[in-house]
């Protein structure tokens, strides 16, 4: 069983930054892949950044290209999204998630799910 809480989410204004944080539970969080997902009000989840187990590959959706940057460290269970201009488009519910099945997709499969932060970006 793994346990997710994801942290950091707040109101701020448009172009500024936030760094979202995932704690997890678990002795064996260095083999997890991990990644962020988000959903918008009315919309469906959608993927936005993903790290290796080892952190030295990374993967991003479009929106988030040149503007997150997913980070993790093994040694604190933590995986971090780093996200900078933010734009009003940004808001949603940011959710962490844990693959520890080591699936080739980085857009589904993920078997543990965090509860959520909310992130709100006003113009």
């Known amino acids: 069983q793994v346990q997710l809480v994801e942290s950091g989410g707040g109101l701020v204004q448009a172009g500024a930054s936030l760094r979202l944080s995932c704690a997890a539970s678990g002795r064996t969080f260095s083999t997890y892949k991990m990644a962020w997902f988000r959903q918008a009000p009315g919309k469906e989840r959608e993927f936005v950044a993903g790290?290796?187990?080892?952190?030295?590959?990374?993967h991003y959706a479009d929106s988030a290209k040149g503007r997150f940057t997913i980070s993790r460290d093994n040694a604190k269970n933590t995986v971090y999204l780093q996200m900078n201009s933010l734009k009003p488009e940004d808001t949603a519910v940011y959710y962490c998630?844990?693959?520890?099945?080591?699936?080739?997709?980085?857009?589904?499969?993920?078997?543990?799910w965090g509860q959520g932060t909310q992130v709100t970006v006003s113009s």
């Open positions: 998630a844990a693959d520890t099945l080591m699936r080739t997709t980085w857009y589904g499969g993920y078997d543990y």
């Open positions: 790290i290796s187990w080892s952190g030295s590959t990374t």
